[in-house]
C-alpha cells in the first residue's frame, strides 16, 4: 500500500480537461476556469484562477462486504472511452462533523445508501475520492468521476439521487465542475 | 465547531516541556532534544532537532454512546497539576490501512478495548490525538498526554495494557517521550 497520495486540481488556462461547465449547487461558487488540470507532484502553474488539494486516503465508512462488491465492479481511471469528467468540491456542516462515526455512518449508508446507489451506476462511471478537511483546505472531499459521453445522463441521474439523500442535509457547499478531454 | 486545528511538536532547544526520556518502542528512533514546545500558529524555531505536525480532527471510531461516556469525564489540558506529559508518535502498518473501516473498529475496540481501556484512567490522563498521515507525515498519529505526577504509575499501566492488545500487532513504528514542564 503506497503512502496517501495528495493531489491538486488546478482550474486555469492550462491542462488536458476542459470545463464545460461550472455551477454552484450550494454556497459559495468557485471562480470561472477555461481547463483543469490534476497534479501529483507540486507543479508550478501559471494563470490558476484556482487550487484545490486533496489526499487519497484509507475508506472511513465502507465494511468489508461493501468493499469487496466495490472492488469488484470499479473500473480505473483514463479509461480511453472515458471522455467526459466531473469534479465536485463538497464541504460539510459543523452538525455533520461533530456527530461521532456511528451516527455519521447511519446517515451515509443505511439512510442515505450512498454506497448501494453508487454501485448501481458501477463500472460506467469510474470514481476517486480526496480528503481535504485535515488539510485546512475550503472543502471537505474533492471527488473526481470519468465516464463515457452515453453515461452522461446516469451519472446525472446518480447526483440527483444522492442530493435528494438525507446525507445531502449536511452539505453547505457543493460547486460541480463538468468536463470533457480534449488532450491526451 | 471551529476548523481542524493543526499542531506542530517541535524538539530541540526551546519550549515550555523538559524532556526526560525518549524510547523507540517499535522501529527508528527520533532524534535526541532536550525541549519540547507545541505550535498552533506557523512558527520559525532555531535548533529544531525534529518536526512533527497533526491535526486535532473529527472522530474515526467513537460511536456516540461512547463519546457521551468520554466527555462527561475528559479532563482539559494544561491543568495547573498535571506537570508530567507524554507524546507518542504512531505509524500503523499496511496491514491496518487496507482494512475495511468495519475491521479496524473490531480491533480497535471490540477485540483490543481501546476506548474501554482508556475510560479507567479518566480524568487522571488528559489526552489529545493528533492525526498526521493525510499530511504526509512520518507517523500516523501523534497523541498528547499530560497528568499528574502521582498518576506516572497509572499511565505506564495504560501504556502496558494497550501495546499488549491485538491492535498493537499493527504498529510498526512508536517513539515514547517523556516530559516535565518547567515554563509556564
Redesign the interface.
Known amino acids: 500500500?503506497a503512502?496517501?497520495l495528495?493531489v491538486t486540481f488546478a482550474g486555469g488556462a492550462t491542462g488536458p480537461w476542459r470545463i464545460e461547465s461550472m455551477s454552484s449547487i450550494s454556497g459559495e461558487a468557485l471562480p470561472v476556469a477555461e481547463r483543469l488540470a490534476m497534479d501529483v507532484e507540486p507543479m508550478v502553474r501559471r494563470d490558476v484562477a484556482w487550487s484545490l488539494r486533496g489526499?487519497v486516503?484509507?475508506?472511513?465508512?465502507?465494511?468489508?462486504e461493501?468493499?469487496n462488491a466495490l472492488n469488484v465492479v470499479s473500473p480505473p481511471l483514463r479509461r480511453p472511452e472515458a471522455v467526459c469528467a466531473a469534479l465536485i468540491p463538497i464541504r460539510k456542516s459543523?452538525a455533520w462533523?461533530?456527530?461521532?462515526?456511528?451516527?455519521r455512518?447511519a446517515v451515509f449508508e443505511e439512510r442515505s445508501q450512498h454506497i448501494a446507489r453508487s454501485l448501481r451506476y458501477l463500472p460506467a462511471v469510474a470514481r476517486r475520492l480526496h480528503?481535504a478537511?485535515?488539510?485546512?483546505e475550503p472543502f471537505d472531499f474533492l471527488t473526481w468521476f470519468e465516464f463515457a459521453p452515453q453515461h452522461a445522463a446516469g451519472f446525472d441521474a446518480l447526483l440527483a439521487e444522492l442530493r435528494a439523500s438525507e446525507e445531502w442535509h449536511y452539505v453547505e457547499r457543493e460547486v460541480e465542475i463538468r468536463l470533457v478531454r480534449d488532450e491526451t
Open positions: 500500500m503512502p496517501p495528495t489526499v486516503s484509507n475508506t472511513r465508512y465502507t465494511t468489508a461493501e468493499l459543523d462533523w461533530s456527530m461521532a462515526q456511528d451516527q455512518r480528503h478537511r485535515d488539510l485546512g
